[in-house]
């Protein structure tokens, strides 16, 4: 399952890079021996991978591993670690720090009837903007699951593999978005329009309120997939960013979070 999810991705890749028909590739090698994952690329042994959930764990953070090094190889595209949305014209990139909500968010507002891109990584072309989808198979904690309204989602994890954490708490993996909510919902590829940063706040109400590019493009640049970043990556950032509508957006459940996306992209 691994082996085809890594190979099916790095096809993916391959295509938006080179703009050719996906090929063949090198999609490295994932092992495990004892209580220790393994990897390696193109033929260079990897560091081991922490996986304390066994195999499949090793599995799932080995493929993060190996995309994450392919990404910082492109030339034409910059991946950013966010989860992509669309609807109309609107396209947007929410960006967020691990276990702030962001696939929680991007599921209800799939079931709201919006497309994505993906929820862990969005491709940009670095001189149009423009963003492409590399949906790979969510990964949704069972603790997610309460804020989920859509039954389809529950159906789904209800079949999916699952790993464990050192805190016992459980995570489905391998969710495919077309086949829960119909291949609809994958965006196709379009300029990018607004870069949303997202936190949730219980304590408070929800807030969208805009931000200064300058401001978003610090913020986003840890975000971006880039090796021994230099000033001219600085500088491609904030006159990317410009080009977008920057929001701060705060609210204390997904619902509340949603209701203002929908607006922002309807009104």
């Not at 080179?18 to 390696?40: A, H, K, N, Q, Y």
């Not at 990584?121 to 989808?133: I, K, M, N, T, Y």
């Not at 789904?156 to 086949?179: K, M, N, P, Q, S």
Request: charged fraction near 20%.
């Amino acid at each position: 399952m691994i082996r085809h999810y890594v190979a099916c991705a790095y096809r993916r890749l391959l295509a938006v890079e080179s703009g050719e028909p996906p090929g063949p590739v090198d999609s490295g090698r994932i092992g495990w021996t004892d209580s220790i994952g393994t990897l390696s690329f193109e033929g260079v042994a990897l560091p081991h991978v922490d996986a304390p959930g066994g195999p499949l764990e090793a599995g799932v953070r080995g493929a993060a591993t190996l995309f994450g090094m392919s990404f910082r190889r492109m030339r034409t595209t910059r991946a950013l670690y966010a989860a992509g949305i669309a609807r109309g014209s609107s396209a947007l990139a929410i960006l967020a720090p691990s276990g702030a909500g962001k696939t929680t968010l991007l599921l209800e507002m799939l079931r709201r009837g919006w497309q994505t891109f993906g929820d862990e990584f969005l491709l940009l072309e670095r001189q149009s903007s423009v963003a492409q989808g590399f949906p790979l198979g969510l990964a949704i904690r069972e603790s997610a699951l309460p804020f989920c309204a859509d039954p389809r989602v529950a159906r789904a994890c209800a079949g999916a593999l699952v790993t464990t954490d050192r805190d016992g708490d459980r995570t489905f993996h391998g969710i495919d978005v077309a086949e829960v909510f119909g291949a609809a919902a994958l965006a196709n590829a379009r300029p990018l329009t607004h870069v949303i940063l997202f936190e949730r706040d219980a304590a408070n109400d929800a807030v969208l309120e805009p931000i200064a590019p300058a401001v978003a493009a610090l913020r986003i640049l840890p975000h971006f997939f880039i090796d021994d970043l230099a000033m001219p990556d600085v500088w491609e950032t904030i006159d990317a960013v410009a080009r977008f509508a920057c929001y701060r957006l705060s609210a204390p459940n997904v619902g509340a979070a949603a209701n203002l996306l929908n607006t922002l992209a309807t009104g």
